[in-house]
């Protein structure tokens, strides 16, 4: 099994502000998302990867989101299984980015 590179939420924000080119796919449900996400994310619900690989660009880094890291994890690990070797995982997920990196969503989450 390979395990995904990390990437922090601060770091993943820098990446953003640069406006570097990556994919973020976001893998969270749909009302997750509607409650906070990153501007620019690509949404991809886990249970859809499987069906919907084809609109991720692999040539593209690609960053896996979702709440809290482990549904993102499974998502690089899929994606690195098919070839998608630049695919990471943002550690913590949007908990963590909502916190101390984007305080702006901080009251979307509990």
């Known amino acids: 099994m390979c395990v995904p590179t990390e990437i922090t939420p601060a770091e993943v924000q820098r990446i953003v502000e640069r406006g570097d080119a990556v994919c973020l796919l976001d893998v969270r449900q749909l009302w997750e998302y509607e409650n906070a996400h990153i501007p620019g994310v690509l ?13 991720i660009d692999s040539s593209e880094r690609i960053i896996c989101i979702c709440e809290h890291g482990v549904r993102s994890a499974y998502a690089a690990q899929f ?32």
Do not use: I, K, N, W
């Open 43 to 55: 949404l991809v619900p886990l249970p859809e990867l499987p069906h919907r690989v084809a609109e």
């Open 79 to 110: 994606l690195a299984a098919r070839g998608c070797q630049s695919a990471s995982t943002m550690t913590g997920g949007m908990a963590d980015y909502a916190g101390p990196v984007e305080t702006s969503l901080l009251e979307s989450f509990p």
